[in-house]
């Protein structure tokens, strides 16, 4: 005989933690179950750890309204809790005085965003603060920040067992049956059981569609495609030339090859974006030669040789090479008729910033059905 759970919150990455927690703290009986033996391990272990201001996305899209709103959660709760994190700001730098033009148009978007913060640097302003910078002009934005990503996503499971909720690690969905009144789940583990639930949430980030497409019940046609954009992440050795994250002006499908830092004050430089069809995290060192290209154009400076494979991340975009970027995709039952049932598709970037109001977004949603 099956057991009852309220809530099954499939992934615990960071998004699966935030929205598990937020529900468990409306009262909700909620599970995580993680395939893996610990949490965090796909995209929230394999990015630029960044808290993003929300500066390009979509005015009024979901990635736009929720990253504002998650960034100053993400530095409140990071306070609170004691989260190791630090707003360093970030530089936009324009390379070529035709990019001038297109910072004038990032800040305006950013405005729309409800972003007011980013001021404009000239040339000499922006190497007064980064004098191995070369650029035309940049835009600073003082309310992007650097955090310990897995220092919060423990946070969060704390929250969630506080309040109750519990996560399963090496436990897999294997199906779902979804009824009218409940969804009857087949999870997959040491111990393999049966358990009916009221909520289902999809989390599962890089894997959502596949576990989508296991719901019997759920009109297929309501599975969006999705398509792997790899980014990989070099290693700089030596001392980093930069206090400051610098960006280049964004290209297709990402935001161009940039200089992070850590909060040891190591540097990397990614990601780039690279078109794959399989989950494959190998850096291939060849690519290096790009990576010096596109970096001199902001950091002459850079010596041959000091660039090293770091590591590699992959996006679950919902658009392909070439095509138009999309937004966050939250379905619910008011897009596939499955009461209960909440899917998140294509949570890339912002998704680390934006995961707190994306948790409080799907829960109040869910629990007063009216998402």
């Not at 850590?262 to 060849?286: C, H, I, M, Q, T």
Request: proline content about 4%.
């Amino acid at each position: 005989m099956a057991e009852s759970v309220e809530c099954i919150v499939v992934g615990g990455g960071v998004v699966g933690l935030a929205v598990a927690r937020e529900m468990a703290q409306k009262g909700v009986e909620t599970i995580v179950i993680e395939s893996q033996s610990q949490i965090g391990t796909g995209i929230s272990s394999r990015n630029s750890e960044v808290i993003h201001a929300g500066i390009y996305y979509q005015p009024n899209s979901l990635k736009a309204r929720l990253c504002v709103q998650g960034n100053k959660m993400l530095y409140a709760y990071c306070e609170e809790r004691n989260i190791a994190y630090k707003r360093c700001g970030k530089l936009i730098v324009a390379t070529s005085e035709l990019q001038l033009q297109k910072l004038t148009e990032i800040q305006q978007n950013a405005r729309a965003n409800n972003v007011s913060d980013l001021e404009f640097y000239s040339r000499q302003k922006a190497l007064a603060l980064e004098p191995e910078l070369a650029c035309y002009g940049a835009l600073f934005s003082p309310s992007t920040g650097i955090i310990d990503s897995h220092g919060f996503m423990l946070n969060l499971q704390g929250d969630l067992e506080s309040a109750g909720g519990a996560v399963a690690l090496g436990a897999e969905l294997g199906s779902a049956k979804c009824t009218d009144n409940s969804i009857l789940l087949d999870i997959v583990g040491d111990q393999s059981i049966q358990i009916n639930a009221k909520y289902l949430i999809n989390c599962a980030g890089l894997h959502a569609q596949k576990i989508a497409r296991c719901f019997e019940g759920l009109p297929q046609r309501s599975v969006p495609a999705i398509h792997y954009a790899k980014g990989n992440y070099y290693a700089l050795s030596g001392k980093a030339p930069f206090s400051h994250l610098i960006y280049p002006v964004p290209e297709s499908a990402g935001l161009g090859v940039h200089s992070t830092l850590d909060l040891g004050n190591s540097v990397r430089f990614g990601p780039d974006v690279e078109w794959v069809n399989e989950l494959d995290y190998k850096v291939d060192p060849a690519r290096a030669d790009g990576f010096y290209q596109q970096i001199r154009k902001y950091w002459p400076n850079l010596k041959d040789g000091s660039l090293a494979p770091s590591y590699a991340g992959i996006r679950p975009k919902l658009h392909g090479k070439g095509e138009e970027a999309r937004d966050f995709m939250i379905q619910t039952e008011s897009q596939h008729g499955i009461a209960g049932l909440v899917n998140l598709y294509g949570i890339e970037s912002p998704g680390l910033t934006a995961s707190m109001a994306i948790a409080a977004l799907v829960v109040d949603g869910v629990l007063a059905k009216n998402l």
